[in-house]
């Protein structure tokens, strides 16, 4: 199966990496357009994967198309491919945010196979965490690629629709919140001495590994917490200060604004 990309930016070129890199995808099989040229022909030199000159070119070649442009294009890059998609059928991957499959079914104005997707920054790293949901009218096959393509650049799971404005909260706003509290971190130990570049790896290195106890079967963010902080020690007196400050609030609080944004779009 050949997969094109229309859009080259941030996310789709970490998608394209990953998927090459993990070698889960020969390079061969991925082809990319954008309307800066300039992105696709980096991606093709550093990676050999395939570039499309024309939108239609980029359909003929594809059995999945990766919508990978901001959510306003839409209204303008639909109407341009969707007599093409109609005569082929490809399967229609989104990974626009606030974007429904009735939305895009909609625009193109026919039933057609959709795959609604939100992947996260963090596929730059190979360890995204991304949420799907296809179509009544998506094949085994299909989802089975989709997986496939998701799952080469981090971990997946099915989720249903009415849910994905919550996870693009948590799976894709979530990162910036992650780097804010480790910048803070990395400020207050820079406060007491400790050299920049330390404090930010000791920061970051912490948090990872903390996330990768709390992946752990059976674990329990409350009973860490209660790990860590001996009685009479360090860690529960900032333990308590955050509470006092009513820290779970404030995350949540952050949470509501970028939920209400989603919704909004």
Request: overall charge negative; glycine content about 6%; hydrophobic content about 45%.
């Amino acid at each position: 199966m050949k997969i094109g990309f229309i859009g080259c930016g941030n996310m789709a070129s970490a998608i394209i990496r990953g998927a090459v890199e993990s070698k889960s995808f020969s390079a061969t099989d991925i082809v990319a357009f954008d309307i800066d040229s300039s992105k696709s022909d980096l991606l093709k030199n550093s990676l050999g994967i395939c570039k499309a000159d024309t939108l239609s070119v980029l359909i003929d070649e594809c059995d999945m198309a990766v919508l990978a442009v901001k959510p306003n294009i839409f209204p303008v890059l639909i109407p341009e491919i969707r007599e093409q998609v109609k005569e082929k059928m490809p399967l229609i991957v989104s990974i626009a945010a606030g974007k429904t499959i009735e939305f895009i079914t909609d625009l193109f104005g026919f039933s057609l196979p959709v795959v609604r997707v939100m992947p996260n920054l963090n596929a730059e790293v190979f360890e995204a965490i991304s949420a799907y949901c296809p179509s009544e009218n998506v094949t085994r096959a299909q989802i089975e690629t989709v997986e496939k393509l998701l799952n080469s650049f981090g971990k997946c799971i099915r989720l249903k629709e009415e849910y994905f404005s919550i996870f693009s909260v948590v799976g894709g706003c979530a990162p910036a919140y992650s780097f804010l509290f480790i910048h803070a971190l990395a400020e207050g130990a820079k406060k007491y001495g400790l050299p920049e570049e330390l404090a930010l790896k000791v920061a970051s290195q912490t948090v990872l590994g903390s996330a990768k106890m709390l992946q752990r079967d059976g674990a329990d963010a409350e009973d860490l917490i209660r790990r860590v902080c001996s009685p009479g020690g360090t860690t529960i007196e900032g333990i308590n200060s955050l509470r006092e400050d009513d820290f779970t609030s404030v995350v949540e609080k952050a949470m509501k604004a970028s939920y209400d944004k989603d919704k909004r779009m």
